[in-house]
């Protein structure tokens, strides 16, 4: 898709569609009352006689209207004005670009992206409404052997601002959004391949041709290097699966060797089947997501190549599948850290912090600026938080608050939860420095409580993405987050870099 941004009278776009709103009830938005008056009110006529109400969803396409140079208007339903909030204006901007993709012309201009949307500017719309056109478009075909081939699809895109002035920055913000895409295009691939293709090789092969495509820095650890290393608690989950373990670092230098890197570290789980602490059959499918904090956080290095960010960052990816076998971990099995640190393994399905807690000891020698590890890591988030918000939890307030700040700003929101020391009690065990399950009671908490134990050295928070990197049901597939959320928490630091 071609994007580009323009100034301009909306009567005048020699475009396939100019894409205008409405508000309901029937009330035309600004560019949408210039191109009426153009047409001596033959948009006021129809809404006068009912075809559009400006309900948020509908659409009316009108070809051929007098005063105007384009092929076709669209009008877009908006909703109530007093209600038009980011969740509308990203819905109105699906809607355009669905119906546009569906209509036939080869291009599409679009005024959405003047209305005003309460607390955001010109910059924020321009980002969204590039993120969400190609959210909307983006389609995953590869496993299937016929395409549904779209007749004529969309091949350009122009997004409108009312002032000259807002050009340059306009500009600016539809790179970000689409590097932003990008990067959440690339996780939904890998996310949404099946366990059987997408194997820690291929996470690994996949992170080495981005590698290749941005001139990233990679380096793969086989399992006789973790076993040098000591990542006993990783490989413990490795042990039943027949396919070898990877241990994946990505790093990106776009700022001077002695400034101090952010670390991202993403649970790459292939496939999750519990172990011999097997789960139950039903959506055990889903379980090809268990790598979606991998996923992620390629994805961002991708998103944050391409905006060529003035910062240091370096991802890290423990990957595994977790399968039953006979040289499986067993519960009961008791395992040393790379930290040093034993654990009790009571439960096999309780794998992901297994594996990361000995990725967050192995970025100590990074000498991290902040660690942010990013997982599908409990069922018991799902049941807290839903699919709406993603789990925050860390041992430093501050860079919880500048994750928070993030994922308002990219509308990948996440919400806090409590990393209290009472909680840290459930972990306990009679025969190990500590269990790797805290019992039915938060979940969520005990989860990140395990893994602060390996986090002690450095600034460290935690997403628990399970609620929200997928989707269930008919509208199965990886969401795509939460790349917004992270690549905005990086794009704020390379600010604040800038400043310094
Ligand atoms: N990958 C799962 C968490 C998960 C569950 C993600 C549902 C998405 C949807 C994780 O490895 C897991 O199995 N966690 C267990 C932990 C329990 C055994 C303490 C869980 O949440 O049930
Ligand atoms: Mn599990
Ligand atoms: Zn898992």
Redesign the pocket.
Known sequence: MEFSIKSGSPEKQRSACVVVGVFEPRKLSVPAEVIDSAARGHLSDLLRRGDMEGKAGSTLLLHNVPGTEADRILLVGLGKEKEFREKEYRAAVATAVRTLNETGGFDGTIYLTELSVKKRDVAWRVRQAAMVALETLYRFDQMKSKKDEVRRPLRKLTFCVERRNELEIAEKSLLQGQAIANGMALMKNLANLPGNICTPGYLAEQAASLAKEHGLGIEVLERADMETLGMNTLLSVAKGSHQPPKFIILKYAGAKPEVKPIVLVGKG?TF?T?GISLKPAPEMDE?KY?MSGAASVIGTMKALAEMKLAINVIAVVPTTENMPGGAATRPGDIVTSMSGQTIEIL?T????RLILCDALTYVERFEPECVVDVA?????C?ISLGNVVTGLLANNDSLARELLDAGQDAYDRAWQMPLFDDYQEQLQSNFADMAN?GGRAA?TITAACFLSRFAKKYDWAHLDI?GTAYKSGKDKGSTGRPVPLLTHFLMARAAENGKA
């Open positions: 789980i999750d519990g379980m268990d439960n399905d309780a794998e992901g599908t890591l409990t069922g018991a799902v399950i979940g399970a």
